[in-house]
């Protein structure tokens, strides 16, 4: 893979790495393709279940922003901790430092927070731990990675039978779904009319996200939107007393509820082969039988 020199700041908001030989074996593997690598996380700062204090982590944040040797700041990881920050973080700091911020799951709430305040648009893509990390780095993650920050458009493919057929464009922004709920009355939930909605989660059953789903229709957060994409919702259990009642079941329920379209097969969320998607940027969705197509362009590049 070929990329120009870039520095990279790795930042732990939220979560601590599991595996310290994992995240220095991902710093080696950025290193040996010629970049530089700043990282803000030290694991002997762990506190509780977080990466650092709160104060720390809020630290690695605006270090990784203010470093001038910096164009790109990774998070380390997801798991839980950006909402007890994000009172504290200096969101117009974080858009007039030019850094390119990625990260998902945790890291959604960032992401909304930051357009919300400036409408500087991010990145929702991988992290360090385990984007950057794996025993075998997945070519899929990594190119279209790069080809996304690079830039000035991006294409994405999502495949998946039963979407309905549309051809809308807008401003690209969701994430995580629990995290997209739970910003919903503050002042981090960014005001995008006929926007593209993106959203994935990990653990949750399916009637859990139709109740998200549901409570985004009621808020009022799906008025004027243009469609919805779901990217990965696995690693949930189902049990006898569903009673038939799955992910296609509350899918085919939500399609009949929800006035807009509802499209499945984004390759994005707790997966493998993880795109990486400009949350803010705009974006042209259009679908066929056996999938869709995003273009994306209008968003900050390297």
Not at 100 to 117: E, I, R
Request: proline letters at 5%; hydrophobic letters at 40%; a negative charge.
């Amino acid at each position: 893979m070929t990329t120009n020199r870039i520095g990279i700041a790795i930042a732990a908001p939220s979560g601590a790495a599991q595996d310290e030989a994992a995240l220095q074996r991902g710093i080696a593997r950025l290193e040996a393709q010629g970049h530089t690598v700043h990282n803000y996380y030290s694991d002997a700062r762990r506190f509780q279940r977080f990466a650092d204090s709160d104060a720390g982590r809020l630290a690695q944040l605006n270090a990784a922003a203010a470093d001038p040797d910096v164009q790109v700041v990774i998070a380390l990881r997801g798991q839980y901790g950006i909402s007890r920050i994000l009172p504290q973080i200096d969101f117009r700091a974080m858009a007039d430092s030019g850094k390119l911020f990625v990260g998902y799951s945790d890291f959604t709430a960032f992401h909304m927070g930051l357009y919300a305040a400036t409408g500087r648009a991010s990145f929702a893509g991988p992290m360090m731990c385990d984007g950057f990390c794996r025993d075998e780095p997945v070519e899929y993650t990594q190119k279209n990675f790069w080809d996304c920050l690079r830039g000035p458009q991006h294409f994405v493919r999502g495949t998946a039978e039963g979407n309905p057929q549309v051809d809308v464009s807008g401003r690209l922004w969701g994430g995580n779904l629990a995290l997209v709920n739970h910003l919903i009355g503050t002042p981090y939930w960014p005001r995008i009319e006929g926007g593209i909605l993106f959203l994935e989660d990990i653990a949750e059953h399916p009637y859990r996200v139709e109740r998200m789903l549901l409570q985004l229709l009621h808020a009022g957060a799906l008025d004027g939107q243009k469609a919805v994409v779901l990217g990965d919702f696995s690693g949930y259990r189902l049990a006898p007393h569903d009673n038939g009642y799955d992910f296609e079941a509350m899918l085919a329920y939500i399609r009949g509820v929800l006035p807009l379209p509802v499209l499945t097969g984004l390759p994005f969320g707790h997966i493998k082969e993880l795109c990486t998607l400009p949350f803010g940027g705009m974006a042209r969705l259009r679908s066929d039988a056996g999938g869709f197509d995003l273009t994306l362009m209008d968003y900050p590049t390297l």
